[in-house]
T-cell receptor
Framework: AQKVTQAQTEISVVEKEDVTLDCVYETRDTTYYLFWYKQPPSGELVFLIRRNSFDEQNEISGRYSWNFQKSTSSFNFTITASQVVDSAVYFCALSGNTDKLIFGTGTRLQVFP | DTGVSQDPRHKITKRGQNVTFRCDPISEHNRLYWYRQTLGQGPEFLTYFQNEAQLEKSRLLSDRFSAERPKGSFSTLEIQRTEQGDSAMYLC??????????????FGPGTRLTVL
């Protein structure tokens, strides 16, 4: 069975702090894909990144970076110098042989000025 | 390129009534997905289509739920005899799949259903 665990329910930081959101996944598929989505208060899920299971290169996009480690089945997301606009719920998701996404329960990030 | 759109954005209904939601995917996206999200949870997969064919249905999708995508473009999700437990956000997503590869799913704004 496939499963995604986001153990951090809620994180609060002050603006300009760095913050890491954890994601641990379980799958028996040899080929799979990992995703991060952002859900601001408006409710719409915004795609952030997709990684393939055969590509463990870390990725950086502006203030966002992702650390994919197959050895620990983790796909963690770091926001550097957080801003108030980063406040949202962040979801990690997994898809394998079928196309459906399996989501974690999300981490609510609150960034205070 | 316009995004995924959903209509209505909010729906309040009484228990026992039927409701229908519509989703218009990103143009030329051949896959369309429905998810349901309850408060404090991540979205849960309901069903998906490739063109007009419904390829998979979740066990969450009881007999009261039916989804269609008759012409391979927009899709409708109908819930018959609504129950209070159906109250949730219903999310639609679409993707372009050209081969066996998995492509990114882009989500619409959702339809929030409240059953009184």
């Amino acid at each position: 069975a496939q499963k995604v665990t986001q153990a951090q329910t809620e994180i609060s930081v002050v603006e300009k702090e760095d913050v890491t959101l954890d994601c641990v996944y379980e799958t028996r598929d040899t080929t799979y894909y990992l995703f991060w989505y952002k859900q601001p208060p408006s409710g719409e899920l915004v795609f952030l990144i997709r990684r393939n299971s055969f590509d463990e290169q870390n990725e950086i996009s502006g203030r966002y970076s992702w650390n994919f480690q197959k050895s620990t089945s983790s796909f963690n997301f770091t926001i550097t110098a957080s801003q108030v606009v980063d406040s949202a719920v962040y979801f990690c998701a997994l898809s394998g042989n079928t196309d459906k996404l399996i989501f974690g329960t999300g981490t609510r990030l609150q960034v205070f000025p | 390129d316009t995004g995924v759109s959903q209509d209505p954005r909010h729906k309040i209904t009484k228990r026992g009534q039927n409701v229908t939601f519509r989703c218009d995917p990103i143009s030329e996206h051949n896959r369309l997905y429905w998810y349901r999200q309850t408060l404090g949870q991540g979205p849960e997969f309901l069903t998906y289509f490739q063109n007009e064919a419904q390829l998979e249905k979740s066990r969450l999708l009881s007999d009261r739920f039916s989804a269609e995508r008759p012409k391979g473009s927009f899709s409708t999700l109908e819930i018959q005899r609504t129950e209070q437990g159906d109250s949730a956000m219903y999310l639609c997503a679409s993707s372009q799949v050209a081969s066996a590869s998995v492509y990114t799913q882009y989500f619409g704004p959702g339809t929030r259903l409240t059953v009184l």
